[in-house]
């Protein structure tokens, strides 16, 4: 079985949303199907754009023009 960080998993994200549209409507936020599903698409491009940086700022070679 291939192995993955938590952090690339498409089931751990939907896992934390559905958590957190949860807790907001424990406080009173409506968070209907919709909004989870925008709030996943922002989540995957900060993701996305927090593991480029991160991967070119610990990598150890330089990248060719």
């Known amino acids: 079985m291939n192995e993955k ?4 998993s ?3 994200w939907g896992a934390v949303i559905a958590i957190a ?3 907001a409507a424990a ?3 409506d968070v ?5 599903d925008q709030i996943a698409i ?3 491009a900060v993701v996305g754009g927090t593991l480029a940086l991160y991967g070119r700022i610990k990598s150890t070679t330089k990248i060719k023009k």
């Open 5 to 8: 960080e938590w952090y690339l």
């Open 10 to 12: 498409k089931s751990v």
């Open 21 to 23: 549209a949860g807790i």
């Open 27 to 29: 406080f009173g936020y």
């Open 32 to 36: 209907d199907a919709v909004s989870q």
């Open 42 to 44: 922002q989540l995957t």
